[in-house]
């Protein structure tokens, strides 16, 4: 893994443990982007847009798709996409932005179906967890 991005999630990690990062979740707003939405619960109009997939021909290395994070941590899994947005900024483009938030997404929503009686410190912690599997370059 590159050796900076590496000692960014290390940073990252240490201040979800510590907690840290709560006041500056609480101002996030709520992620939208690279076909993924963030949400405290699933409306009318997230389930249209889920029901809506287009069909995309694409480089992207995963089949593209839409996807919705509900989770009552909405705020703070937003905060974190934006973090790892920046660290990952040099790795992902327009097409591989896609793979990333997709793959991001599907971490978070893996581990709320597997772990219903979660909190937010573990979820976030699993998700910086999958981004680790995210293939990178030198820099």
Not at 37 to 57: A, F, N, S
Not at 65 to 93: C, G, H, K, M, N
Not at 113 to 136: D, S
């Amino acid at each position: 893994m590159n050796e900076r991005i590496n000692n960014e999630l290390k940073n990252l990690e240490e201040k979800i443990i510590s907690g840290d990062f709560v006041s500056e979740a609480q101002k996030a707003r709520l992620w939208g982007g690279a076909d993924v939405i963030i949400e405290k619960r699933m409306t009318p109009r997230t389930k249209r847009w889920l029901g809506d997939q287009p069909l995309v021909i694409s480089f992207q290395q995963f089949a593209p798709r839409r996807r919705a994070v509900i989770t009552p941590y909405a705020r703070e899994l937003s905060w974190l996409f934006s973090q790892l947005r920046d660290i990952y900024s040099r790795q992902i483009d327009y097409i591989s932005k896609y793979d990333f938030f997709g793959l991001t997404a599907q971490t978070a929503m893996d581990y709320h179906e597997n772990n219903p009686e979660t909190n937010c410190k573990e979820l976030l912690l699993a998700v910086i967890e999958g981004c680790r599997k995210f293939p990178t370059i030198p820099e």
